[in-house]
């Protein structure tokens, strides 16, 4: 099992930047991906930024040269650095890890943390 705990988010005006964390614990050896997700009011939940466990990062086009996705090790923990925040980057965000095995589950999902963008 892998056990997600998300914080940093809140409220900033349209412009600003926030950084979320998200805390690994549990089998985290067997953790090959995280992810950061985003979900809107009446909007289906999407990818926001990944990064594998060989450091390979992913965004989406949308966030792509305002986030940035990074992880430390020693800490367990991935962040996801946003700058330049629009009021459409308001929803909540959600912290995904993505682990190997035999015995399911292999996705896992934290509490989610709020991001609320003033225009």
């Known amino acids: 099992q892998v056990q997600l705990v998300e914080s940093g988010g809140g409220l900033v005006q349209a412009g600003g930047s926030l950084r979320l964390s998200c805390a690994a614990s549990g089998s985290i050896s067997s953790i090959v991906y995280m992810g950061w997700y985003r979900q809107a009011p009446g909007k289906q939940r999407e990818l926001a930024a990944g990064i594998t466990s060989g450091g390979g990062t992913n965004y989406a086009d949308s966030v792509k040269g305002r986030f940035t996705i990074s992880r430390d090790n020693a800490k367990n923990t991935v962040y996801l650095q946003m700058n330049s925040l629009k009021p459409e980057d308001t929803a909540v965000y959600y912290c995904?890890?993505?682990?190997?095995?035999?015995?399911?589950?292999?996705?896992?999902w934290g509490q989610g943390t709020q991001v609320t963008v003033s225009s």
């Open positions: 995904k890890a993505v682990r190997t095995g035999i015995i399911p589950p292999y996705v896992f």
